[in-house]
């Protein structure tokens, strides 16, 4: 599959995601949910990876605030690397931010090239999760982190069907997996000191505020600019997902896990 195929996200989508969540970003939270599953880890000078930058918020956020060396995004889809490159130029962060589209698969680094590896609620896209685990171990320096927030499965079987409506409303390339497979696919791999932090209490309430600016002060703007029927099928989606967060069957979560020192 070629670079130039791969794309879930176009422009209105995109425009109406940082509508809601702010430049650069695509999940919900922006900065501060960045700098809280961060919590506690020396950034200062490191070489840091991001799977699945998406709009590069992320990226500029780490490289603005956090004092990293340098900092590499990477996605399969070319049209979002380009609104990356466009925001570094934007803030003048191009020495530190580097963009890369990938093809689906291993990642394409050598052992320990990283200090730290992140991800901001993009590991939902990546179906084998012990083989993700086993390779960001891989490209990990010896006590190294990873870092990441993500969309889990509140389930171990099949989704109810609120959670299904949801998930094909959306339209996208999930592949959820509980917390269970999480943490047995890190630990497999070889990481220590695992945390997993539940979301889910927090996003209910937040989908609600995000709702209201849909249907408020957002809905004008965004219906001029995107259309009207486009902006109400996105507020069907976030009716869906309230749901299934109610359910507890879509449960955004914090990720961490520690390479040893040694083996």
């Given at each position: ?112 090239s990283f200090g730290i590896v992140t991800s901001k609620d993009s590991i939902i896209h990546i179906t084998d999760k012990q083989a993700l685990s086993q390779d960001i171990f891989r490209i990990l320096e010896p006590g190294g982190w990873f870092a990441a927030s993500d969309w889990l499965a509140g389930y171990e079987d099949q989704p109810s069907a609120e959670m299904q409506a949801y998930i094909d409303a959306e339209g996208l390339d999930f592949n959820l997996a ?86």
């Amino acid at each position: 599959m070629s670079e130039a195929t791969i794309q879930e996200y176009d422009e209105n989508l995109m425009a109406l995601l940082e509508a809601i969540w702010g430049e650069g970003f695509m999940s919900p939270g922006g900065t501060a949910e960045v700098d809280r599953y961060l919590d506690g880890i020396d950034l200062n000078g490191q070489s840091v990876l991001d799977i699945g930058c998406g709009l590069g918020g992320v990226d500029l956020h780490l490289a603005q605030h956090h004092d990293v060396a340098r900092v590499i995004g990477i996605d399969i889809d070319q049209a979002l690397i380009q609104r990356c490159d466009q925001l570094a130029e934007k803030y003048q962060a191009t020495e530190q931010l580097e963009f890369r589209c990938v093809e689906p698969g291993p990642l394409p680094f050598k052992a320990a090239s990283f200090g730290i590896v992140t991800s901001k609620d993009s590991i939902i896209h990546i179906t084998d999760k012990q083989a993700l685990s086993q390779d960001i171990f891989r490209i990990l320096e010896p006590g190294g982190w990873f870092a990441a927030s993500d969309w889990l499965a509140g389930y171990e079987d099949q989704p109810s069907a609120e959670m299904q409506a949801y998930i094909d409303a959306e339209g996208l390339d999930f592949n959820l997996a509980s917390a269970t497979i999480y943490a047995d696919a890190l630990q497999a791999a070889g990481f220590v000191d695992i945390g997993i932090v539940d979301r889910n209490q927090w996003y209910r309430q937040q989908a609600r505020v995000e709702r209201e600016q849909l249907t408020g002060a957002l809905s004008e703007g965004l219906a001029s600019n995107l259309g009207t029927d486009f902006l109400d099928h996105q507020i069907d989606i976030w009716n869906k997902m309230i749901s299934a967060l109610d359910q507890g069957q879509l449960r955004p979560t914090h990720l961490r896990a520690h390479k040893p020192l040694s083996p």
